[in-house]
């Protein structure tokens, strides 16, 4: 499959703005999508951004349109997740991951899904202070 390395995170002040990264190694020349999820404290795994691959549609999570931006770069096999006026309500560890070989089926809700993933990375650690 896929190793997944995140980087970006770290400690800022609200209203600022962070970019998270996230490079692939392995079997890249596979992957079909992309995504970022992120886990609060004490609450679940949430969907945030996933990018398809060839194409680059993209896709939110309603709660994080307007301030979350994903992209990538194909030829660096690199996801961005680039954030802006960050709330303390933000602070997660974010996780990126791939989905290797695309959905075998068609399911609306394919990108949100964390479940559709096959790799996972460690997370990056994002703390927004007040």
């Known amino acids: 499959q896929v190793s997944l390395v995140e980087s970006g995170g770290g400690l800022v002040q609200a209203g600022g703005s962070l970019r998270l990264s996230c490079t692939a190694s392995?079997?890249?020349?596979?992957?079909?999508?992309m995504g970022w999820f992120r886990q609060a404290p004490g609450k679940e795994r949430e969907f945030v951004a996933a990018?398809?691959?060839?194409?680059?549609?993209?896709y939110y999570a309603d709660s994080m349109k307007g301030r979350f931006t994903i992209s990538r770069d194909n030829a660096k096999n690199t996801v961005y997740l680039q954030v802006n006026v960050l709330k303390p309500e933000d602070t997660a560890v974010y996780y990126c991951?791939?989905?290797?070989?695309?959905?075998?089926?068609?399911?609306?809700?394919?990108?949100?899904?964390?479940?559709?993933?096959?790799?996972w990375g460690q997370g990056t650690q994002v703390t927004v202070s007040s």
């Open positions: 991951a791939a989905d290797v070989d695309g959905p075998k089926y068609y399911s609306p809700n394919y990108y949100y899904d964390p479940t559709a993933y096959t790799d």
């Open positions: 990018i398809k691959l060839i194409g680059g549609a993209t």
């Open positions: 392995g079997r890249t020349f596979s992957m079909y999508a």
